[in-house]
């Protein structure tokens, strides 16, 4: 039952001390975060596996490029710990290290390998968080660097510098809406399809481009709509409407404010009058947001509410499996980067955070 899961998981999380740290994404349900030391976005869930370095094991209630960040980024005698492995990310899977690699020789192949004048490379990888330790460490290997939806401009701003345009995968709207507000023209913008030569485009388009996108997509996000914003502000006169930047553009356009997890309970948080809050975002964060501040109305753009179904792989069942192994010395569910891969990675990781103003 509930409460004997929940004495499970308190009496294990009591017998390891520190010795364990519970990291928790926001989009976990209320029976995991309850349980997590650190709750936050991912770039806040980045950093926080690297304050801990005396912590023998970190584990992340998350998903598996989060837990293969935080491998990445913690000391190499701490073991990160996902409580299922079968928490993944449909968007992450969207770009494969292979296609990249068919992508960027024809990239280089079309603009060559010399800087131009003011120093600048061809093309600079940028690879948002949402995806695998593999293509983390393509960027660190070809000059590139991470992002996450907190720091996407800013990133964007340190790969222009370096680049005359940007290869940005795998999410084409985080990409597109992060560059849209940043001046870059939609034409200027064109999007890669792995399966076809040159990504589909003809030779002016990519002669015109500054930001190549990928065409990968957040299955949850993608389901925002316009539609639903005009509804909401029909029926709830003065509503604010919050939206991840991974949702379509026309969805970013029109609502009053987009940004990553964080930005989101921190614009809820500000609000000193009693206000209506038409969220997009995963469900469990807005149920929990709705909770959290009942002064305010804050409800789901979308009516048929659809959790993220990878980050609800994480049951608290799994919780207090993974935590009594620890107790009893044994870790189980570890995720370890090759160090092939980890060095490059954390080289595009190190970019990214050092990046942040
Ligand atoms: P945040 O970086 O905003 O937490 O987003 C992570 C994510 O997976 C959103 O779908
Ligand atoms: Fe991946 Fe979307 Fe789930 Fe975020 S909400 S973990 S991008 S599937």
């Given at each position: 039952s509930a409460d004997e899961l929940d004495a499970r998981i308190r009496a294990a999380k009591d017998a390891l001390g520190d010795r364990v740290v519970v990291l928790g994404h926001f989009y976990q349900r209320d029976e995991v975060v309850r349980y997590a030391d650190f709750v936050g976005d991912s770039y806040q869930l980045a950093n926080a596996a690297l304050?801990?370095?005396?912590?023998?094991?970190i584990v992340f209630c998350g998903v598996h490029f989060m837990a293969e960040t935080a491998d990445i980024l913690s000391a190499a005698d701490q073991s990160v710990i996902l409580p299922n492995l079968a928490a993944g990310c449909s968007m992450a899977d969207m770009a494969d290290i292979d296609s990249v690699l068919e992508c960027w020789e024809q990239l280089e192949a079309r603009y060559g390998t010399e800087p131009d004048a003011?120093?600048?490379?061809p093309v600079i990888p940028v690879t948002y968080m949402n995806s695998s330790a593999a293509l983390k460490g393509f960027c660190g290997e070809h000059g590139g660097i991470v992002c996450t939806s907190s720091n996407a401009a800013t990133v964007l701003e340190w790969a222009f510098a370096r680049g005359q345009r940007v290869l940005f995968f795998p999410d084409q709207h985080l990409g597109r809406n992060t560059a849209k507000a940043m001046g870059?023209?939609?034409?200027n913008m064109p999007m890669w399809n792995?399966?076809?030569?040159?990504?589909?485009?003809d030779d002016a388009t990519l002669d015109a481009a500054r930001v190549i996108l990928w065409h990968g997509f957040c299955s949850v996000h993608k389901r925002f709509t316009v539609d639903q914003i005009d509804r909401a502000r029909a029926e709830h006169p003065g509503v604010r409407v919050l939206v991840h930047p991974e949702c379509p553009m026309p969805v970013v356009d029109a609502a009053d404010g987009a940004g990553s997890t964080d930005y989101i309970g921190k614009a809820i948080a500000a609000a000193t009058e009693p206000t209506t809050f038409a969220i997009g975002t995963e469900i469990n964060m807005v149920n929990r947001l709705a909770q959290q501040y009942p002064q305010h109305e804050i409800f789901s753009l979308d009516p048929v509410v659809c959790p993220c179904s990878t980050m609800y792989r994480i049951h608290p069942g799994y919780l207090a499996w993974v935590l009594e192994a620890l107790v009893r010395g044994e870790v189980i569910n570890r995720i370890t980067v090759d160090a092939a891969v980890a060095a490059p990675a954390r080289v595009a990781l190190d970019r990214m955070l050092a990046a942040r103003p």
């Open positions: 304050a801990r370095p005396e912590a023998e094991a003011e120093g600048r490379v870059v023209p939609l034409e792995p399966r076809k030569p040159l990504g589909g485009n």
